[in-house]
């Protein structure tokens, strides 16, 4: 946890919706976890009634998609690259421009299967975009997670959820993963993540976001 944020961030389980490494600071910054969030008198509002009902604005939107970087580590593998991610309902589109050998490979699908091309001469194809990444670049990656948890929403599932001071999202546990958004972005109504931190163990996927475009 970088400094900044502690533990006294309130913690719930909650149930399913349906719904690089750098220390640059960013536009906006928020104080993440400095004092527990309250609820006054019977009122169930509170600075996560509001966070809520952001999320659920999120939730609508099924188009969005972002352009940043992400680096990605595991034991005895590293990667890190520019990111294009385009999102269209279930269909993804993720490109990754990679410094180091000024390759650019796409990560392509929908629930029904996934491509990857640009890696080698014929596209690779899987049942889903977490294991073809994590057989053809050694990457262990939660792509269908990923895409809830880049926008500070819980994947569907059972999770836990923390938020800051502000009423943003702090941190989410959930199958398996520590998600921690470090910075928001000021320039978006609802705010959205700038830098996500998520660690599952010795793996880890950071995310630095530059530009959303949302409907």
């Known amino acids: 946890r970088e400094p900044g944020s502690s533990g006294n961030e309130r913690r719930h389980r909650l149930p ?14 928020h104080g993440a976890g400095e004092g527990e969030d309250s609820v006054v008198g019977d009122e169930p509002q509170g600075r996560e009634f509001f966070a809520q009902a952001g999320q659920q604005q999120l939730v609508a939107q099924h188009e969005w998609s972002l352009q940043g970087r992400i680096a990605v580590s595991a034991p005895g593998d590293s990667g890190s690259g520019s990111l294009h991610w385009q999102q269209q309902g ?9 410094p180091v ?8 699908g929908d629930q029904a299967g996934a491509s990857l091309s640009g890696l080698q001469e ?7 975009a977490a294991s073809l990444l994590q057989r053809e670049l050694g990457w262990k990656v939660p792509v269908a997670d990923l895409a809830w948890w880049v926008r500070g929403l819980r994947a569907p599932g059972t999770s836990e959820m923390s938020f800051r001071e502000d009423g943003l999202p702090a ?21 959205m993540p700038r830098r996500i931190f998520a660690s599952n163990g010795r793996y880890t996927v950071r995310l630095i976001v530059q530009q959303w475009r949302l409907p």
């Open 171 to 191: 941190e989410i546990r959930q199958h398996g993963w520590v998600v921690e958004f470090r910075d928001y972005l000021a320039d978006h109504d609802p705010l």
């Open 101 to 108: 050998s000024g390759k650019t490979w796409t990560l392509a």
């Open 122 to 128: 014929q596209p690779s194809q899987a049942s889903d």
């Open 90 to 98: 279930d269909h993804y589109r993720i490109s990754v421009n990679a």
């Open 16 to 29: 399913a919706e349906n719904e690089e490494e750098t220390r640059e600071k960013g536009p906006l910054q």
